[in-house]
């Protein structure tokens, strides 16, 4: 019962309030006012009413644009749009290519003046080699012509003698030897037939009559060779003769010779290669002496060990050695060859094998002892290449080539290590001066500073006066 009259009070109330609301609304709009009206009251949240979720932010942020990659500004020309590495293989390789037709172009015109090429390269070597002598001689008083002439005859003289000693000895011995060859084809004959390969009668004289048919069908060729072999020979003789006459006048005139050749080079290039050309001639020099005595070592070694055996023609057989030595690493053991098939022809097997023993072990200690300690100083050229550049030079140019690889590869060696140390020494200068100016500069900028705040200074003295101050 109490409840209902509550209710009923409360609606009553509300029901007043909404009344007084309404007519409170129409005198105001009677009058023109503004309508008051007042808010509704809010529900009462008791302990039992849940929390109410926040409301939604107002502001939404919009989502992000997708990320585009970044490709850089647009290449101003076509060539920017290369990769740099691209374009640096490119350009080195197209230099490269112009190098390659250069040299090749060289080495085709020395390839059609083969002969005074190598009349050329035979009289530096020689003249390197008589130099030391020659100023020896000028350091005693001696002209620099009789010098050089002197020491040209004396080396000419030498290697007369010693052509005259070898063929003094191979038309000595060469009708024992011829004998003794005889002698060893059939031993050689018999040991085909007996030996391991047990090969009959009929098939020696199958391939002696296949050799016969050959000989014969090939006439023309050989004849050819031989006309080959006497227009050879020629050539030999006028490259002989002009090596000797550059040889004296090198000796003679070398440096009026050296000159000139720089005044024909541009200006820039000219002091570079002015001083590369002394210290390529003393690498030069101490490789050729260091060539000889190594080849003589080598000869005079194999030369005793061959006549220790008894294989006749020691003395020419340690002659070819010496010559042979002068390729360096093969050259002696190719030529030393021939003292093994000599042995062979003219003793028995054992002695030839005795033979090739002496000469591998001489080959061992040359190229572990000799070279290094003769030529490692001079001379640093790695063994790969050594073998590399022999093989090179005597595919271009036969035996000459072989011969003059070696030394020309030391020589470029050298003159390039020059230029480099050149170059290095003229960045650390060019370094130091920079540093010197940048030092210079910053001196002068900080003593412009201190002048003028000294300048500075003595006006403020001189504008001070006591009457200032004291009115101050």
Not at 121 to 134: D, N
Not at 438 to 460: I, R, S, Y
Request: net charge neutral.
């Amino acid at each position: 019962m109490a409840r209902g009259e509550r209710r009923d009070r409360v609606l009553s109330a509300v029901a007043k309030w909404s009344t007084a609301l309404a007519r409170r609304a129409a005198a105001a709009r009677d009058e023109g006012g503004p309508v008051i009206v007042e808010p509704e009251p809010q529900p009462r949240v008791t302990q039992r009413t849940a929390v109410a979720d926040p409301p939604p932010p107002t502001h939404v942020d919009p989502p992000p644009p997708p990320r585009e990659r970044y490709r850089g500004p647009r290449p101003a020309t076509p060539a920017e749009a290369v990769p740099w590495g691209l374009r640096v293989a490119a350009e080195s390789i197209w230099r490269l290519l112009l190098v390659g037709a250069a040299l090749y172009v060289i080495f085709d015109v020395v390839d059609q003046l083969r002969l005074v090429a190598y009349a050329l390269l035979a009289g530096v070597l020689i003249s390197a080699l008589l130099e030391p002598t020659v100023s020896w001689l000028r350091r005693h008083g001696v002209p620099r012509a009789l010098a050089a002439l002197v020491t040209f005859l004396a080396g000419l003289g030498g290697i007369a003698l010693v052509g005259w000693f070898v063929v003094w000895q191979v038309s000595a011995n060469i009708s024992d030897v011829s004998s003794k060859a005889q002698t060893g084809v059939g031993n050689i004959h018999n040991w085909l037939l007996k030996g391991p390969m047990h090969l009959t009668h009929q098939q020696l004289s199958d391939f002696t009559k296949q050799l016969q048919t050959a000989i014969g069908n090939n006439t023309s060729q050989i004849t050819s060779l031989g006309f080959t072999t006497v227009s050879f020979v020629i050539e030999v003789v006028t490259g002989v003769l002009l090596a000797a006459f550059t040889t004296y006048f090198l000796l003679y005139d070398g440096a009026r010779i050296w000159n000139w050749v720089l005044r024909g080079l541009p200006q820039q290039s000219r002091y570079a290669i002015a001083g590369a050309g002394p210290k390529a001639w003393t690498t030069l020099t101490a490789y050729v002496r260091g060539t000889v005595a190594v080849a003589f070592i080598d000869a005079l070694c194999i030369g005793i060990g061959i006549y220790l055996l008894g294989v006749p023609l020691a003395v020419p057989l340690a002659v070819l050695i010496f010559l042979g030595a002068f390729i360096p690493l093969v050259g002696a053991l190719v030529t030393g060859t021939l003292a093994v098939l000599i042995a062979l022809v003219t003793k028995d097997i054992y002695t030839a094998g005795m033979v090739l023993v002496v000469l591998v072990a001489v080959m061992q200690i040359e190229g572990h002892l000799l070279q290094p300690l003769i030529l490692g100083r001079a001379v640093r050229v790695h063994p790969l290449a050594v073998v590399l550049g022999v093989a090179t030079g005597s595919i271009v140019g036969g035996i000459g080539g072989a011969v003059v690889a070696v030394p020309l590869i030391a020589v470029t060696n050298t003159v390039v290590g020059h230029l480099r140390q050149r170059h290095a020494a003229a960045d650390e200068v060019f370094a130091a001066v920079e540093a010197a100016q940048e030092a210079a500069e910053a001196a002068e900028t900080a003593a412009a500073k201190e002048a003028k705040e000294a300048k500075e200074t003595a006006l403020d003295c001189a504008d001070f006066s006591p009457e200032r101050a004291v009115t101050s």
